[in-house]
């Protein structure tokens, strides 16, 4: 793009001067009058301004697409940088959680393991004090047994008084 304005130029120039010099040639091949003379920087200086003049709007235009893109270049980056720090702090959280279910996991595997053993002292106590329950209530029946038949025995002998 910047060079396209001298390129036109010097394009039109050489396509000038080849279709002058064709023309020398080919005239002087058929008669042998006196060569037209043509101004061609009365024809080229318009057709300069004007290729100047499409350079500068290009340019112009061109540099506003380039502030263009960069103000979307850092728009976009701006994002990225936003995203990525929002993607960190999640995959930070996401490692604290990680750590934190490990350990949940091993403080429930602890306390399913204490209250299995609580449990099972528990039973081993209930059982023991049944045990000892049923031990005594034996112990009272047979007393009361025994209660009874003295309490037998001594009706029977003031019965027979």
């Known amino acids: 793009m910047?060079?396209?304005?001298?390129?036109?130029?010097v394009g039109i120039t050489l396509f000038l001067v080849l279709l002058i010099g064709g023309l020398n040639l080919f005239s002087s091949r058929e008669s042998s009058q006196a060569p037209i003379v043509i101004s061609i920087d009365q024809g080229i200086a318009p057709?300069?301004?004007?290729?100047?003049k499409r350079e500068a709007a290009y340019q112009t235009h061109l540099?506003?697409?380039?502030?263009?893109?960069?103000?979307?270049?850092?728009?976009?980056?701006?994002?990225?940088?936003?995203?990525?720090?929002q993607i960190l702090a999640a995959q930070n959280q996401l490692t604290d959680l990680q750590i934190q279910k490990q350990d949940l996991q091993s403080e429930f595997?602890?306390?399913?393991t204490i209250q299995s053993e609580r449990s099972t002292a528990y039973q081993?106590?209930?059982q023991q004090i049944h045990d000892q329950y049923a031990e005594n209530l034996a112990q009272l029946q047979t007393q009361l047994d025994e209660a009874k038949a003295n309490l037998a025995e001594v009706n029977l002998q003031l019965q027979n008084r």
């Open 2 to 9: 910047k060079y396209l304005g001298p390129l036109l130029v």
């Open 47 to 52: 057709l300069k301004t004007s290729l100047a």
């Open 63 to 85: 540099e506003e697409l380039n502030k263009t893109l960069e103000a979307q270049q850092v728009k976009y980056q701006t994002k990225i940088d936003t995203l990525s720090a």
């Open 124 to 126: 081993n106590q209930l």
């Open 109 to 112: 595997a602890r306390l399913e």
